[in-house]
């Protein structure tokens, strides 16, 4: 299938869907307008072949050769002359059982931009592009540019994600397993984060804070834990089961949908990141699965699979209803904007500080004095002479700039010092 796309950017520009890819090519280029052709003609032939009046693709070796051929060329070709979809930021990306529909919420128009996966759950991280999704023993990541699609961890089963965008980890949670697992983004590393005291089912993250948050249904608590670590339960309702869950990391604000047992009736409650000044936003017969937040707009589906309500959370009006395909069931959504991942607090000044000794004390007044707490990293071992450069690599990245403070005693008084490094520091690289 064949779309043409009426942006005026460099020429005349071509919107492709091929297999499981969308991208936007630049028809100026002689080289981009053969692969054009190529792409066409060949995308045409193997649909003739491979895609019955259903839609449905065809399961044949030959046909899955020919797939996965071609798809290795337009991965190829996107690096030369294609460039992203699937739409501006923001858009929505919404889960069926075997495709994934992209909303642009700037025209709203709706295009399956995936098709395919059978995974149940996503999660993005926007600083690479990287789309990951979960089905029952596998967790799988899309690179959103050139949609080249890679597994990154099997034995796995996944009920939710979450993604460490700025420590650059993955945490998923196991509900029959009682435990929510970390590792790195590319899958190595695997390791028990925590074993929870029931059933987790969804989990939500901000890592500027470092705070995770999680449901627990059978148990009907909302948790939260600070990787610091410091431990909240933040709703336990004897007669509601929370589901889905997410968070507004400009505003420090935690949602999440759960179901009154007795009468079947959904809630969307809001809260701080403490537990404090809870709302219930809205209440009906909402799908359990689906839950995201941009900004003051708000994004869930009712039961009836018809439409994503977007609904403004200063005022409770719902802004717009946004038609989607009801042939299907939704199993998630994922809000795409870069707002939702902040990269850094306090201008360029992020994760690390440098306490030139080891003392609790002012560890913790440190805590209170910056802006975020569990935001910076501590890095301990230090001494009144300065920092060996082999003992900040092994506790600091070193990659980054960063934020000095260094205590020093004179005369019984306790004086402390703050510098900034663009590089990282021994002896010889201090500024004061």
């Not at 649909?47 to 693709?57: A, T």
């Not at 007795?262 to 990141?273: A, K, L, M, P, T």
């Not at 009836?304 to 200063?314: A, I, P, R």
Request: proline share 3%; net charge positive.
């Amino acid at each position: 299938m064949i779309l043409i796309a009426t942006k005026i950017i460099v020429g005349i520009h071509i919107l492709i869907y091929f297999g499981t890819s969308l991208v936007v090519c630049n028809n100026d280029i002689p080289f981009c307008r053969k692969r054009l052709k190529e792409l066409r003609e060949d995308e045409k032939y193997w649909s003739e072949r491979c895609v019955n009046n259903k839609d449905q693709i065809l399961v044949t070796p030959r046909c899955e050769a020919e797939k996965k051929y071609n798809h290795e060329r337009l991965c190829m070709y996107t690096k030369i002359c294609f460039y992203k979809g699937p739409s501006a930021e923001p858009y929505l990306l919404i889960k069926s059982k075997s495709e994934i529909h992209d909303i642009d919420l700037t025209t709203l128009n709706t295009t399956v931009v995936i098709r395919g996966l059978t995974g149940r759950k996503m999660e993005i991280d926007t600083v690479d592009n990287n789309l990951y999704i979960a089905d029952n023993n596998s967790i799988s990541r899309i690179n959103l540019v050139d949609m080249c699609v890679e597994v990154i961890l099997q034995n796995v089963s996944v009920d939710d994600m979450a993604v460490d965008w700025i420590q650059r980890r993955l945490y998923w949670a196991e509900y029959s397993k009682k435990r929510i697992f970390e590792a790195n983004l590319d899958g190595k590393n695997k390791t028990v984060l925590i074993n929870t005291t029931s059933y987790p089912s969804s989990i939500a993250m901000d890592a500027t804070w470092r705070y995770l948050f999680w449901t627990e249904p059978i148990v009907k608590f909302v948790r939260g834990i600070s990787l610091a670590p410091k431990y909240v339960v933040m709703a336990n309702r004897t007669f509601s089961e929370p589901h889905a869950i997410t968070v507004d990391c400009t505003k420090n604000r935690v949602y999440w949908l759960e179901k009154e047992v007795r009468s079947g009736v959904d809630y969307i409650v809001s809260s701080q990141y403490s537990g404090l000044d809870q709302k219930t936003i809205i209440r009906g017969i909402l799908n359990d699965h689906l839950l995201g937040v941009l900004g003051d707009s708000l994004y869930f589906m009712n039961n009836d699979l018809l439409y994503v309500n977007e609904m403004n959370v200063s005022n409770g009006n719902i802004s717009r209803n946004i038609l989607v395909d009801n042939n299907s069931n939704y199993n998630d959504l994922v809000v795409v904007h870069r707002s939702i991942q902040p990269q850094e607090r306090m201008g360029s000044l992020r994760k690390s500080v440098i306490l030139a000794i080891e003392r609790i004390e002012l560890h913790n007044k440190l805590e209170e004095w910056l802006p975020r707490q569990g935001y910076w990293r501590i890095c301990w071992r230090g001494s009144e002479h300065g920092w060996a450069t082999s003992t900040f690599h092994r506790k600091c990245d070193g990659k980054i700039p960063t934020l000095t403070i260094v205590q020093v005693v004179k005369n019984n008084t306790n004086l402390v010092f703050g510098g900034y490094a663009t590089r990282s520091w021994g002896r010889d690289h201090v500024n004061q």
